[in-house]
């Protein structure tokens, strides 16, 4: 899997999904009592750790571990983690997001930016859940349905790449049925989409046709990139990137 030339591709970015600072940010506000004096965070998915970073900013105190399948990512947080002076706080670890090796009830925070859809919401909601302390919270970002009727066009497409998208409301009680009080929820702006991660795709996307015009496999998903984005411009009001925030009952 590790071959994917996926990878390859997304390494070229900034961020590997979209979202920014000032969301991120806004969903940490939805923890009612940050950890004091050194709490733990996962990072699951961090991709090159923009979001580990602003976690990192958010609490000053805490201890996070970054995870994510891909070690050439991981090598872009350890650089980020050596310029930031970082090093005695945030440590990197490659593993499965569905196969996490460590300790139950091991973490304060459990956070997830746009990469639960690759296990299932509701799978990582279940699985993730055994991994916070009693009254930890968890906050995973996701593609989620905002009507219950999408525009065949838009539903053929995720019926391929994110065949588990569910609308917002079945993602609620997704996570009430799993045991979680839910903290909050919002909306990722698209003018978000499109300043942090579509904007950055349509400007390499010609370059990125050159550089892998030899791969079948990666230009096939170079071209289902720019679909993306063609269906995003189209439907971004029926469909986008919600924010959790769930806490773990005491
Ligand atoms: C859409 S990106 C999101 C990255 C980052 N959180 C962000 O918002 O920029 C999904 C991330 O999940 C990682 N990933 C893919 N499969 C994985 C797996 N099985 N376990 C852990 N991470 C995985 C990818 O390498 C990628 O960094």
């Known amino acids: 899997m590790e071959n994917n030339p996926i990878f390859k591709i997304f390494e070229s970015f900034p961020r590997q999904g979209p979202g920014d600072d000032e969301h991120t940010e806004k969903a940490f506000s939805f923890i009612a009592e940050p950890p004091e004096g050194g709490g733990d965070i996962l990072d699951v998915g961090c991709g090159k750790g923009v979001q580990t970073m602003a976690l990192a900013r958010l609490c000053p105190s805490c201890r996070i571990i970054a995870t994510d399948i891909h070690q050439p990512f991981l090598d872009a947080v350890d650089e980020k983690i050596a310029a930031g002076g970082f090093s005695e706080r945030i440590k990197t670890v490659r593993a499965s997001m569905d196969d996490l090796p460590f300790e139950e009830e091991s973490f304060d925070i459990i956070w997830a930016e746009g990469c639960s859809f ?25 593609l989620f349905w ?105």
């Open 118 to 142: 690759i296990m299932g919401f509701e799978n990582a909601v279940r699985y993730w859940k055994k991994f916070l302390k009693p009254g930890g919270y968890m906050m995973i970002s996701d």
């Open 146 to 250: 905002f009507t219950e009727s999408p525009s065949p066009e838009a539903r053929e497409f995720f019926a391929e790449i994110d065949p588990t998208m569910a609308t917002e409301e079945a993602g609620f009680e997704t996570i009430r049925n799993a045991g979680f009080e839910h903290a909050g929820s919002f909306r990722l702006p698209p003018r978000v989409w499109k300043e942090s991660f579509y904007g950055k795709v349509e400007e390499k996307l010609g370059d990125l046709m050159e550089k892998f015009k030899d791969d079948e496999v990666a230009l096939v998903i170079l071209e289902g990139l720019k679909k993306q984005i063609e269906i995003f411009d189209k439907y971004h009001e029926e469909y986008g990137y919600t924010y959790n925030v769930m806490r773990k009952p005491l």
